[in-house]
């Protein structure tokens, strides 16, 4: 079994910065990607950014030029950095990793709430 545990978030004023952090760990596997979905209350989880082993990264034009996806191979670590900050980005952040098998794995979210 796969764990993934995030860590980072919390409250912030618009215009803020925040940066998350998502570690793997468990049993022998090798990743493909990583990636950060949010959900915010009454809606469906959405991509936020994806990174794979060949760190080619994707973003949702709504954080683009706002958010830094980047990958710590060695650590099997995921951050996000997160600037400029608006209130609709408040939601809970939920760090996933696809392995080289296609198998899914998604760590339990944290909660970013930005205020106006």
């Known amino acids: 079994q796969v764990q993934l545990v995030e860590s980072g978030g919390g409250l912030v004023q618009a215009g803020g910065s925040l940066r998350l952090s998502c570690a793997a760990s468990?049993?022998?596997?090798?990743?493909?990607?990583m990636g950060w979905y949010r959900q915010a209350p009454g809606k469906t989880r959405e991509l936020v950014a994806t990174?794979?082993?060949?760190?080619?990264?994707n973003y949702a034009d709504s954080v683009k030029g706002r958010f830094t996806i980047s990958r710590d191979n060695a650590k099997n670590t995921v951050y996000l950095q997160m600037n400029s900050l608006k209130p609709e980005d408040t939601a809970v952040y939920y760090c996933?990793?696809?392995?080289?098998?296609?198998?899914?794995?998604w760590g339990q979210g944290t909660q970013v709430t930005v205020s106006s």
């Open positions: 996933n990793a696809v392995l080289v098998n296609g198998y899914q794995f």
């Open positions: 468990g049993s022998i596997f090798v990743i493909n990607a």
């Open positions: 990174i794979t082993r060949g760190d080619s990264t």
